[in-house]
């Protein structure tokens, strides 16, 4: 599923299940309404018919009504109302079943939106785990399989919309405001989201990946994003990378293990383990890396990360230290 457009008409996990059915419901009775209206339609037409040579004193042909037709009206406000209060108690039900989740969830994401791209902190379900146990990315979510999380959604600036159609409903970020939703994946794959409220002028790039995992890969990600960035060689390449990192890009920017500590713009600990960049405006690639850092405004116009003037060789040590946080 890498790579597929946004689809709200299969699910792939508990919550998304009964809003699929429900969709497919009512998208079969649209569909059944529209055909007895066209029935309808040409019926009315076809029986419109007057006697050969009948005509008024005014010379306009009669038109033949054989019956009133006041008991159809009866039988379609009768059927109608069926179908009306069937639906509705089918959206309660669907409702009803994808507020809580089944079980206890295993963790929760606690998700801040920003213009425009996403920030989540993965906080263990035991109030007791060491602070050491949480971590922050962007914009990519891991998740086990067959697993119930937790999400919690925040902004930081406007009102946003969290939605992974394949695996959650829409559910609103607001400032201010705390809002709780919740995600299972039943099978592995990369599911995409997209922020779905109006947030200004990047608000059609600002996407967001599921990857749902089995249990042991999952928690070989998350173990590898619990560690710090690797400390390189004094005198290195990657080493005068690293300072350029701390003093150009720190101010915004969090890499665990070194002295950039911005909480501005996305934690980077473990930026090469993204399949995009950029909120999935591009792909996670060397050219599109080294054009991201050099003028981001050409990429995503209007974005808060302003541009680095750099020189080559350092924006070559800059890439090169980049690419070492996997």
């Not at 990315?137 to 086990?144: C, F, G, K």
């Not at 909120?279 to 995503?300: C, F, H, M, R």
């Amino acid at each position: 599923m890498d790579g597929a457009p946004l689809n709200y008409l299969t699910g792939a996990g508990l919550r998304a299940y009964p809003v699929v059915w429900l969709t497919w419901g009512l998208l079969v009775i649209s569909c059944l309404v529209v055909l007895i209206i066209a029935f309808l339609v040409w019926q009315g037409a076809r029986r419109r018919r007057s006697p050969a040579g009948a005509r008024d004193e005014s010379g306009y042909a009669l038109v033949q009504r054989p019956s009133t037709g006041l008991e159809w009206i009866y039988v379609g406000v009768g059927i109608s109302s069926i179908v009306l209060l069937g639906s509705a108690v089918w959206t309660m039900y669907a409702l009803a079943a994808v507020a809580t989740p089944p079980s206890r969830p295993a963790f929760t994401i606690e998700i801040t939106a920003h213009q425009w791209w996403w920030e989540a902190r993965y906080l263990p379900e035991d109030p007791g785990s060491q602070p050491s146990q949480i971590f922050t990315t962007a914009n990519e979510l891991h998740v086990p399989v067959g697993k119930p999380v937790r999400i919690r959604l925040k902004s930081a600036d406007v009102i946003h919309s969290f939605w992974v159609p394949a695996l959650t409903g829409k559910t609103d970020a607001i400032p201010g405001q705390l809002n709780e939703t919740w995600l299972e994946a039943d099978k592995t794959g990369t599911y995409l989201g997209q922020c779905t409220e109006y947030c200004g002028k990047q608000h059609a790039h600002m996407a967001l990946r599921v990857i749902a995992e089995a249990p042991k890969e999952f928690h070989s990600w998350r173990d590898n994003q619990l560690a710090a960035a690797p400390t390189p060689a004094s005198g290195s390449e990657i080493a005068k990378g690293q300072a350029i990192f701390e003093s150009r890009c720190g101010g915004c920017h969090r890499v665990r293990g070194t002295l950039a500590g911005g909480v501005l713009g996305p934690d980077l600990t473990h930026l090469m383990s993204r399949h995009t960049i950029a909120a999935g405006t591009v792909p996670n690639e060397p050219g599109y890396l080294s054009a991201w850092i050099a003028d981001p405004q050409s990429i995503k116009p209007g974005t808060q990360m302003p541009a680095l003037e750099l020189s080559g060789p350092e924006l070559q040590a800059l890439r090169t230290f980049l690419r070492t946080l996997s």
